[in-house]
């Protein structure tokens, strides 16, 4: 029998526990599998595997290489061909721990030979702009997985955001409509179910029923693009059956299917699908394109300004001195970080072309200059009170002048070579 498995992950911990109570509630015979990696500073990872009754089992796994985020990975295979092989689990829940991110843990489960059906990151939308604003250490919080751990509370919630095809929204009654405008700016394509908290009654009548074991949170279908209508949770192969809520928005949406393939190339710098042109309840997402490079020098003296200007930016840019590099841009709470994604297709030979994923040659081709091939400027700023104008004046100013411009590719790569400390070159 194939089990089903749904990867729930965020840093709101509220929300995240409310949507497992969720699926608990709609899908008897369900379990889910919890790493708590707070207990890493002791030597182990404590794994608990619960029920809607409460926990069944509980055990522990060592670090490995004092690394809590491997011995997660390590463990959770083989506990969960465990369950596949029991035969009675219906549905496996991976609740990860705060600051774990699904991206990693979906493509170890589907190496392992398991079934990911659905990836989820739990939200509350009140705390989005406080966590894009954090540019605190994990390990100031407690929150890091490993002692090398060297991420920030902003860029770990930025990509467990983006990565999850499905978002699961709690209700919060100090959420207003620009929080979740904001929401649904950063990442318009996710499939957003509405999450209502325990002990309150669902807004609209037949979504979902309240576990009163459990205290179970309700769920409606809060817009937004969807993976596609998986049909009754009961179709799902091996998976729930008819007892499951079929009217469950969550459920429904957490057995429509993940590829981890196709989630991985819509985060790749080369051909991620990144948000468009939006304003909404003062919240703004502002697109930003150009075939001209930039001078080194002068977007280097910007980064400060144009990292603060929003509270999420993301996208990908080309440098003159650099012609051939493809240079990933990502920035949140305050922070940018600047890396290489590999070489332009421009720069390659054709033979090269047949080597590379479909999906990577057709955003290419998509994004085709007659002149410069698919090098671009492309980059998206995401911010409540975003200001467009100074944005695009002090953006426009960092591109080579047009006399840069005409004296060609063999004096840009003559400038001087800002971004090499940066880039670690």
Avoid at 33 to 49: M, N, Y
Avoid at 251 to 279: E, I, K, N, T
Wanted: include cysteine; glycine fraction near 8%; hydrophobic fraction near 45%.
């Amino acid at each position: 029998m194939t089990l089903p498995v749904v990867i729930v992950g965020g840093l709101h911990a509220d929300a995240r526990r409310a949507t497992v109570a969720r699926l608990l509630a709609d899908v008897p015979g369900s379990v889910v599998l919890h790493h708590d990696l707070s207990t890493a500073a002791a030597g182990t990872v404590v794994r608990t595997v619960a029920d809607a009754g409460g926990i069944l089992s509980a055990g522990e796994a060592p670090l490995v290489d004092d690394c809590a985020c491997c011995a997660l990975r390590e463990d959770l295979v083989p506990e969960l061909r465990r369950l596949a092989d029991d035969g009675t689990t219906r549905l496996a829940v991976v609740e990860l721990w705060d600051s774990v991110e699904p991206k990693a843990m979906a493509e170890v489960v589907v190496a392992g030979g398991l079934t990911v059906t659905g990836v989820v990151t739990a939200v509350d939308p009140a705390l989005v702009l406080p966590c894009l604003g954090n540019g605190d250490d994990l390990a100031e919080c407690g929150l890091a997985a490993a002692a090398t751990d060297a991420r920030t509370v902003a860029d770990t919630f930025a990509r467990q955001l983006e990565y999850a095809p499905v978002l699961a929204v709690v209700d919060s009654d100090e959420a207003d409509e620009q929080d979740r405008e904001l929401l649904a700016q950063l990442h318009p394509t996710a499939h957003r179910v509405r999450i209502t908290p325990v002990g309150h009654p669902p807004s609209a009548p037949g979504h979902g029923k309240a576990g009163a074991a459990t205290g179970a949170a309700t769920g409606e279908a809060a817009g937004a693009g969807r993976a596609g209508d998986p049909g009754r949770p009961g179709a799902h192969p091996g998976g729930p059956d008819d007892r499951a809520d079929a009217r469950s928005p969550l459920v429904r949406a957490v057995l429509a299917g993940f590829d981890a393939g196709s989630a991985a190339a819509a985060q790749h710098p080369a051909c991620a699908r990144l948000p468009a042109q939006a304003d909404a309840h003062g919240v703004s997402t502002f697109v930003w394109r150009r075939r001209r490079p930039f001078h080194p020098e002068r977007l280097y003296a910007a980064l400060e300004d144009l990292t603060c200007a929003a509270a999420r930016s993301r996208g990908r840019f080309w440098l003159a001195d650099k012609p051939d590099v493809l240079l990933h841009w990502d920035a949140a709470g305050g922070a940018l970080c600047v890396e290489s994604a590999g070489p332009w297709l421009a720069s390659l030979p054709d033979a090269a072309w047949d080597l590379l994923p479909a999906v990577r040659r057709a955003a290419a081709a998509l994004d085709w200059h007659p002149e410069h091939g698919d090098r671009c400027q492309h980059l998206v700023f995401t911010s409540p009170g975003l200001d467009h104008d100074g944005l695009a004046r002090l953006l426009e100013s960092c591109l080579l002048t047009d006399a840069e411009y005409a004296a060609g590719r063999a004096a840009w790569k003559r400038l001087p070579p800002a971004f090499d400390t940066l880039l670690e070159v």
